[in-house]
């Protein structure tokens, strides 16, 4: 064990399961000496040393959001579905507290993806709300940036560019910018590539693009995607999974590398393709 107390910020899922598990795990940490934080309870201590995130993937990103800007490492406990970004099951959680508390453990670094909405729909302009009637500026993203039609029978409008100029216009029912973390989510069911996590990268992907070029684009970290709406065709803008507000004509959605990385920690040696294969149940050889 670690010579001095640590403090550990929990961010934990609404469901019984998890909450359950959080519950246990704080008293056990308590019981070792350091210190809990709880997200949505007592105001947060100036310095955590470890963020623990209990549920499924979606917390994993509540938390990335949260802890990213002081490069907190970040522990994911999976007590969801699919726990592709959540490494550790609730029953080998106590083991994977101790390993960390002894230093055996690795860090792995994730390139993020920064939002900005500007123009038309942006802060302040009419047309743009939140998910709960709030402004759409800037936030951070782990997976991904979407752009999606508001309505069925309708595709969004969209121009796309680069840092170095104009590019093409989409008209398409979804439009996903993803980080190479974020390639394994909604971009892989787009049937966009796959990149391996300690890439930097942008993914582009147009979901059933009502043109010939209907391909993804994977470009620099140092590039940047600015994403505009057009022909007076509202679009919806969904960061990590969360609605980020609808956007009018003249909006413009910019995305790049995020100015801080997720730090992920892990057990052992890490498979890329090892945990591809386990969590969508690929044949083995």
Request: negative net charge; aromatic residues 6%; charged residues 20%.
């Amino acid at each position: 064990m670690t010579e001095r107390p640590v403090t550990v910020g929990v961010v934990v899922h609404p469901r019984d399961e998890a909450q359950a598990v959080a519950k246990e795990t704080a008293a056990w940490l308590r019981d070792q000496g350091h210190d809990v934080w709880f997200a949505d309870g007592d105001p947060r201590p100036g310095h955590l040393d470890l963020a623990l995130s209990i549920g499924g993937d979606g917390t994993m990103l509540r938390t990335v959001d949260l802890v990213a800007a002081d490069r907190v490492p970040i522990l994911g406990v999976n007590v969801g579905h699919l726990g592709y970004l959540a490494r550790v099951e609730p029953a080998e959680l106590q083991d994977a507290l101790s390993r960390f508390l002894a230093g055996q453990y690795r860090v792995d670094v994730r390139m993020t993806l920064e939002v900005e909405v500007t123009g038309g729909g942006a802060p302040g302009a009419p047309g743009a709300s939140g998910a709960s009637g709030g402004p759409v500026d800037r936030c951070l993203a782990l997976n991904d940036a979407v752009l999606q039609r508001c309505s069925v029978g309708h595709t969004v409008h969209v121009g796309l560019s680069t840092s170095s100029g104009p590019f093409i216009t989409y008209a398409a029912d979804t439009l996903i910018v993803a980080t190479p973390t974020g390639s394994t989510a909604y971009n892989l069911s787009a049937r966009g590539p796959i990149l391996a996590p300690e890439l930097r990268a942008l993914v582009f992907t147009p979901v059933a693009p009502h043109l010939l070029f209907d391909r993804s684009l994977v470009l620099d970290a140092a590039d940047s995607l600015h994403l505009t709406v057009l022909d007076g065709r509202p679009a919806e803008l969904v960061v990590d999974g969360q609605s980020r507000g609808v956007l009018e004509e003249g909006a413009t959605v910019t995305c790049r590398a995020g100015a801080y990385d997720a730090h992920l920690v892990s057990f052992g040696e890490s498979h890329f393709l090892g945990i591809l294969k386990a969590k969508f149940g690929l044949p083995r050889d």
